[in-house]
Nanobody, 123 residues
């Protein structure tokens, strides 16, 4: 069971990025999937989750209207489209998977984690 996040980078404020999450060894279609981020010195926070196998994403207030999360179940991929990036979005971004039981978008609800990808927003 493995999750691989990619797509991070160094961008200017106002830019866009798309993060990808690839699953191997299991099917994302049958799992809850979430995107989390952790900035230096801060706790890991859930920013967008789909907590059932076929549900709609929820978003943290800090990213609502700017980020879009969607899954490609056929290819066991998940994506996080990020627009209007701000310096406060700078963090390491992780994708995670767990049991699809409608849990809140919190770290303890997810069992499988990727290694993360760094997003830095700076001018």
């Amino acid at each position: 069971v493995q999750l691989q996040a990619s797509g991070g980078g160094l961008v200017q404020p106002g830019s866009s990025l798309r993060l990808s999450c690839a699953a191997s060894g299991f099917s994302l279609g049958y799992h809850a999937v979430g995107w989390f981020r952790q900035a230096p010195g801060k706790e890991r926070e859930g920013i967008s989750c789909i907590s059932t196998s076929d549900g709609s994403p929820t978003y943290a207030d800090s990213v609502k209207g700017r980020f879009t999360f969607y899954k490609d179940n056929a290819n066991d991929m998940a994506y996080l489209e990020m627009t209007s990036l701000k310096p406060e979005d700078t963090a390491r971004y992780y994708c995670a998977a767990g049991v699809p039981q409608g849990h809140p978008c919190i770290e303890v609800a997810y069992d499988y984690w990727g290694q993360g990808t760094q997003v830095t927003v700076s001018s």
